[in-house]
């Protein structure tokens, strides 16, 4: 699913990342976990090929990404991964479903089949009744699971989350762990999910430990 190969970064003299090579397979929860500092979002920007790497070569699903020009990026990009970010990041003009859609109509789908799936998602994500709602009218906890439902909605190979329950209390963040896995086990989805939460770290498949740029354990 996801390999990377010697992998380095630098900001002029700050040595970011020091020659990570890791493998994601599919399907797989990752958590990655570290001091702050240590390189955890720098890495989780490199894989969903936001930023480049210095040196080193990251590959999804087959295709070796540093190849590919800008264009064929930012495509690769919306179809084959999907972001979950601290704060949500829903536009707040635009009802919850309309936010699920933005992805798949960036993508050129047709509307209606991006309106029919974005309420799927939203349905199976128990938000039937908050599709039409703006995310001033949400709870914490609802608009994290609309931004899972966004990044869901083009059928990404991976979930890349950065502290996804950083700014969740304690039912709503046990809430959006459990979903992750319950996507996991329903969907097949890969999640590669940057954390501070040590009890989420204890409950995904593997702990990836970062320390100065590199991979500890």
């Known amino acids: ?59 999804i699903d087959g295709t070796d990404v540093s190849l590919l020009r800008p264009a064929a990026l930012s495509a690769f990009r919306n179809k084959h991964i999907g972001f ?24 050129g789908r047709p509307m209606h089949d991006a309106r029919r799936d974005a309420r799927a998602i939203l349905t199976d994500l128990h938000l039937a009744d908050r599709a039409d709602h703006k995310p001033a009218e949400l709870s914490g906890g609802e608009k994290q699971r609309v931004a899972v439902a966004r990044a869901l909605i083009n059928h990404p190979s991976v979930i890349l989350a950065d502290e996804p329950s950083g700014s969740l209390d304690t039912q709503n963040k046990q809430e959006l762990h459990q979903l992750f896995f319950d996507l996991r086990d329903q969907r097949g989805q890969t999640f590669v999910i940057v954390t501070h939460d040590e009890q989420l770290a204890t409950l995904t498949d593997r702990t ?7 991979i500890v354990r």
């Open 208 to 214: 990836i430990r970062l320390t100065d740029g590199q």
């Open 84 to 107: 979950v970010f601290q704060f949500h990041q829903l536009l707040p003009e635009f009802t919850a479903e309309e936010n699920v859609m933005m992805p798949a109509l960036i993508a």
């Open 1 to 59: 699913m996801i390999a990377l190969t010697d992998i380095t970064k630098s900001f002029g003299p700050l040595h970011v990342l020091r020659g990570i090579s890791l493998t994601v397979a599919d399907g797989e929860v990752v958590s990655i976990v570290g001091p702050s500092g240590a390189g955890k979002t720098t890495l989780l920007q490199i894989i969903g090929t936001l930023d480049r790497p210095d040196t080193g070569r990251v590959v």
